[in-house]
Protein backbone atom coordinates (compact mmCIF):
# COMPACT_ATOMS: atom_id res chain seq x y z
CA UNK A 1 0.00 0.00 0.00
CA UNK A 2 1.69 3.23 -0.73
CA UNK A 3 0.11 6.90 -0.20
CA UNK A 4 1.00 9.56 -2.86
CA UNK A 5 0.80 13.36 -3.49
CA UNK A 6 1.80 15.08 -6.82
CA UNK A 7 3.78 18.49 -6.35
CA UNK A 8 6.04 20.45 -8.01
CA UNK A 9 8.83 22.02 -8.02
CA UNK A 10 9.74 25.75 -9.43
CA UNK A 11 13.38 26.92 -9.79
CA UNK A 12 13.94 30.60 -10.42
CA UNK A 13 16.70 32.52 -10.53
CA UNK A 14 16.98 35.83 -8.81
CA UNK A 15 19.80 37.80 -7.81
CA UNK A 16 17.02 40.94 -6.16
CA UNK A 17 14.33 40.57 -3.87
CA UNK A 18 11.06 40.85 -6.32
CA UNK A 19 9.93 37.40 -6.33
CA UNK A 20 5.95 37.90 -7.42
CA UNK A 21 7.52 40.10 -10.39
CA UNK A 22 9.02 37.47 -12.05
CA UNK A 23 5.58 35.96 -12.99
CA UNK A 24 2.81 38.29 -13.64
CA UNK A 25 0.29 35.78 -14.67
CA UNK A 26 0.62 32.11 -14.54
CA UNK A 27 3.55 30.41 -16.94
CA UNK A 28 4.38 33.87 -17.71
CA UNK A 29 8.16 35.08 -17.55
CA UNK A 30 9.01 38.78 -17.15
CA UNK A 31 11.75 40.15 -19.22
CA UNK A 32 13.84 41.43 -16.85
CA UNK A 33 17.87 40.55 -17.18
CA UNK A 34 17.89 40.27 -13.12
CA UNK A 35 15.11 37.03 -13.83
CA UNK A 36 17.79 34.99 -15.08
CA UNK A 37 20.81 33.05 -14.66
CA UNK A 38 23.48 34.03 -16.89
CA UNK A 39 27.19 31.88 -17.10
CA UNK A 40 29.96 33.64 -19.42
CA UNK A 41 33.18 31.43 -17.97
CA UNK A 42 33.31 28.37 -18.50
CA UNK A 43 34.19 25.64 -15.09
CA UNK A 44 34.88 22.19 -13.97
CA UNK A 45 31.35 20.46 -14.60
CA UNK A 46 30.28 18.55 -11.22
CA UNK A 47 30.03 15.62 -14.24
CA UNK A 48 33.46 15.14 -14.59
CA UNK A 49 33.11 13.38 -18.34
CA UNK A 50 32.06 16.99 -19.52
CA UNK A 51 35.48 18.80 -18.47
CA UNK A 52 35.18 22.55 -18.13
CA UNK A 53 31.80 23.71 -19.53
CA UNK A 54 29.06 26.22 -18.40
CA UNK A 55 27.00 24.51 -16.14
CA UNK A 56 23.51 24.93 -13.93
CA UNK A 57 23.00 21.79 -11.11
CA UNK A 58 20.69 22.05 -8.77
CA UNK A 59 20.53 20.37 -5.42
CA UNK A 60 16.19 19.68 -4.60
CA UNK A 61 17.83 18.82 -1.01
CA UNK A 62 15.65 15.57 -0.91
CA UNK A 63 15.47 12.89 -3.27
CA UNK A 64 12.30 13.28 -5.51
CA UNK A 65 10.38 10.73 -8.05
CA UNK A 66 11.04 13.69 -11.13
CA UNK A 67 8.41 13.72 -14.14
CA UNK A 68 7.49 16.37 -16.37
CA UNK A 69 9.71 19.42 -16.86
CA UNK A 70 8.78 22.99 -18.51
CA UNK A 71 12.12 25.34 -19.51
CA UNK A 72 11.91 29.02 -19.54
CA UNK A 73 14.71 30.38 -21.59
CA UNK A 74 16.67 33.48 -21.05
CA UNK A 75 13.92 36.52 -21.97
CA UNK A 76 15.52 39.97 -21.70
CA UNK A 77 14.76 40.95 -24.98
CA UNK A 78 18.93 42.21 -25.82
CA UNK A 79 20.54 38.90 -24.80
CA UNK A 80 17.84 36.42 -26.28
CA UNK A 81 21.11 34.94 -28.09
CA UNK A 82 22.30 33.68 -24.46
CA UNK A 83 19.37 31.68 -24.63
CA UNK A 84 20.61 27.87 -24.25
CA UNK A 85 20.13 26.01 -27.73
CA UNK A 86 21.32 22.29 -27.44
CA UNK A 87 22.12 20.59 -23.62
CA UNK A 88 22.60 17.77 -22.10
CA UNK A 89 20.42 16.54 -19.09
CA UNK A 90 21.85 14.58 -16.30
CA UNK A 91 20.28 13.44 -12.91
CA UNK A 92 21.94 12.19 -9.64
CA UNK A 93 21.48 11.05 -6.25
CA UNK A 94 24.91 11.70 -4.64
CA UNK A 95 26.18 14.72 -6.81
CA UNK A 96 28.92 12.23 -7.49
CA UNK A 97 27.93 9.59 -9.97
CA UNK A 98 25.44 10.68 -12.69
CA UNK A 99 22.91 9.27 -15.41
CA UNK A 100 21.93 10.75 -18.67
CA UNK A 101 19.00 11.47 -19.17
CA UNK A 102 19.38 13.00 -22.82
CA UNK A 103 20.32 15.78 -24.96
CA UNK A 104 17.90 18.03 -25.75
CA UNK A 105 16.90 21.21 -27.81
CA UNK A 106 15.46 24.15 -25.78
CA UNK A 107 13.41 27.22 -28.28
CA UNK A 108 14.85 30.61 -27.80
CA UNK A 109 12.35 32.93 -25.97
CA UNK A 110 10.27 35.77 -27.38
CA UNK A 111 11.39 38.51 -24.96
CA UNK A 112 7.90 39.45 -24.58
CA UNK A 113 6.05 39.96 -21.27
CA UNK A 114 3.76 37.36 -22.51
CA UNK A 115 6.56 34.24 -23.16
CA UNK A 116 5.30 31.40 -21.43
CA UNK A 117 8.54 28.67 -21.80
CA UNK A 118 7.91 25.37 -23.57
CA UNK A 119 7.48 21.73 -22.25
CA UNK A 120 10.70 19.67 -21.65
CA UNK A 121 11.50 16.18 -21.01
CA UNK A 122 10.36 14.01 -18.55
CA UNK A 123 11.99 11.77 -15.87
CA UNK A 124 9.54 9.22 -16.00
CA UNK A 125 9.27 9.37 -12.19
CA UNK A 126 13.40 8.88 -11.58
CA UNK A 127 14.08 9.02 -8.37
CA UNK A 128 16.54 11.96 -8.03
CA UNK A 129 18.51 14.85 -5.72
CA UNK A 130 20.31 16.54 -7.85
CA UNK A 131 19.80 18.14 -11.45
CA UNK A 132 22.34 19.28 -14.59
CA UNK A 133 21.45 21.51 -17.21
CA UNK A 134 24.78 21.28 -19.59
CA UNK A 135 24.38 23.85 -22.37
CA UNK A 136 26.49 22.48 -25.64
CA UNK A 137 25.08 25.63 -27.89
CA UNK A 138 22.94 28.56 -27.55
CA UNK A 139 21.68 31.19 -29.84
CA UNK A 140 24.69 32.87 -30.74
CA UNK A 141 25.65 34.61 -27.85
CA UNK A 142 29.17 35.31 -25.67
CA UNK A 143 27.33 33.85 -22.76
CA UNK A 144 24.77 31.50 -21.65
CA UNK A 145 21.04 32.32 -20.14
CA UNK A 146 18.31 30.46 -18.78
CA UNK A 147 15.10 31.73 -16.41
CA UNK A 148 13.50 29.25 -15.23
CA UNK A 149 12.71 25.17 -14.66
CA UNK A 150 9.44 23.60 -12.97
CA UNK A 151 10.07 19.57 -12.46
CA UNK A 152 6.94 17.94 -11.69
CA UNK A 153 7.83 15.81 -8.52
CA UNK A 154 6.09 13.14 -6.32
CA UNK A 155 7.11 14.07 -2.44
CA UNK A 156 8.72 10.90 -1.08
CA UNK A 157 8.06 11.56 2.22
CA UNK A 158 4.74 10.62 1.75
CA UNK A 159 5.20 6.99 -0.11
CA UNK A 160 5.18 4.83 2.78
CA UNK A 161 6.16 1.09 2.11
CA UNK A 162 4.50 -1.55 3.53
CA UNK A 163 7.52 -2.68 5.14
CA UNK A 164 8.47 0.77 6.70
CA UNK A 165 4.88 0.91 8.26
CA UNK A 166 5.16 5.33 8.03
CA UNK A 167 7.66 7.65 7.43
CA UNK A 168 8.88 10.62 9.94
CA UNK A 169 10.37 13.91 10.82
CA UNK A 170 11.58 16.17 13.24
CA UNK A 171 12.22 19.49 12.75
CA UNK A 172 13.44 22.23 12.99
CA UNK A 173 16.84 21.14 14.18
CA UNK A 174 18.83 22.26 15.65
CA UNK A 175 15.99 23.36 18.21
CA UNK A 176 15.18 25.80 20.87
CA UNK A 177 11.74 25.88 22.50
CA UNK A 178 9.74 23.53 20.50
CA UNK A 179 9.97 20.51 17.91
CA UNK A 180 7.58 19.32 15.88
CA UNK A 181 7.09 15.57 14.21
CA UNK A 182 5.77 15.01 10.78
CA UNK A 183 4.78 11.55 10.03
CA UNK A 184 2.49 9.10 7.70
CA UNK A 185 1.79 6.11 8.91
CA UNK A 186 -0.24 3.13 6.79
CA UNK A 187 -2.16 2.82 10.24
CA UNK A 188 -3.77 5.81 11.61
CA UNK A 189 -5.43 3.95 14.20
CA UNK A 190 -2.47 3.17 16.24
CA UNK A 191 -0.78 5.98 18.47
CA UNK A 192 3.11 6.59 18.02
CA UNK A 193 5.14 6.73 20.97
CA UNK A 194 8.29 8.56 21.26
CA UNK A 195 11.39 8.84 23.93
CA UNK A 196 13.81 11.54 24.13
CA UNK A 197 17.21 10.22 25.42
CA UNK A 198 20.25 12.40 26.55
CA UNK A 199 23.78 11.22 25.08
CA UNK A 200 24.36 8.79 27.48
CA UNK A 201 21.40 6.53 26.46
CA UNK A 202 19.12 7.74 29.35
CA UNK A 203 15.56 8.37 29.32
CA UNK A 204 14.45 12.54 29.44
CA UNK A 205 11.32 12.12 28.48
CA UNK A 206 8.39 9.79 26.89
CA UNK A 207 4.97 10.72 24.96
CA UNK A 208 2.21 9.59 22.43
CA UNK A 209 0.38 11.17 19.58
CA UNK A 210 -2.97 10.31 18.31
CA UNK A 211 -3.78 10.58 14.84
CA UNK A 212 -5.80 13.38 13.70
CA UNK A 213 -7.52 13.31 10.67
CA UNK A 214 -6.10 15.24 7.57
CA UNK A 215 -3.02 16.12 10.11
CA UNK A 216 0.52 15.09 9.52
CA UNK A 217 2.08 17.76 11.55
CA UNK A 218 2.12 17.64 15.30
CA UNK A 219 3.90 20.01 18.25
CA UNK A 220 5.62 17.62 20.69
CA UNK A 221 4.82 18.91 24.15
CA UNK A 222 8.61 19.18 25.30
CA UNK A 223 9.45 21.01 28.95
CA UNK A 224 12.13 22.07 26.67
CA UNK A 225 13.58 24.21 29.68
CA UNK A 226 14.65 21.30 31.61
CA UNK A 227 16.50 20.30 28.97
CA UNK A 228 20.32 21.43 28.79
CA UNK A 229 21.84 22.51 25.37
CA UNK A 230 23.43 19.60 23.34
CA UNK A 231 22.34 16.20 21.61
CA UNK A 232 20.02 14.15 22.20
CA UNK A 233 17.90 10.65 20.92
CA UNK A 234 14.46 10.54 20.09
CA UNK A 235 13.30 7.20 19.01
CA UNK A 236 9.48 7.03 17.14
CA UNK A 237 7.34 3.50 17.54
CA UNK A 238 4.63 2.46 16.13
CA UNK A 239 3.47 -1.71 15.82
CA UNK A 240 7.28 -2.39 16.60
CA UNK A 241 8.71 -0.38 13.71
CA UNK A 242 11.12 2.16 14.80
CA UNK A 243 12.73 5.32 13.32
CA UNK A 244 16.08 7.33 15.34
CA UNK A 245 17.18 10.99 14.86
CA UNK A 246 20.09 13.07 16.37
CA UNK A 247 18.24 16.48 17.47
CA UNK A 248 20.80 19.23 19.44
CA UNK A 249 18.96 21.74 21.35
CA UNK A 250 20.34 25.42 21.53
CA UNK A 251 20.40 27.79 24.41
Not at 149 to 154: F, L, V
Not at 197 to 218: M, P
Not at 226 to 238: D, V, W
Request: hydrophobic share 35%; proline share 4%.
Amino acid sequence: MMKKQHIYILLIFLVITPVINAQCYPDRHSTSWFDNWVSCDVSQNPNSAYGETHWIMYDLGYEYELKETKFWNINEPKNLNYGINDFNLDYSLDGITWTNLGSFEMNQASGLSTYEGDEGPDFDATTARYVLITPTSNFGGDCYGLSEMKINITDPFIIVKEEDGFNALVYPNPFVNNINLRIVSLDENSPINYTIYDILGRAITSNTVDFIEDTETYELPLNSSTLTAGIYIINIEQNNKKRSFKIIKRQ
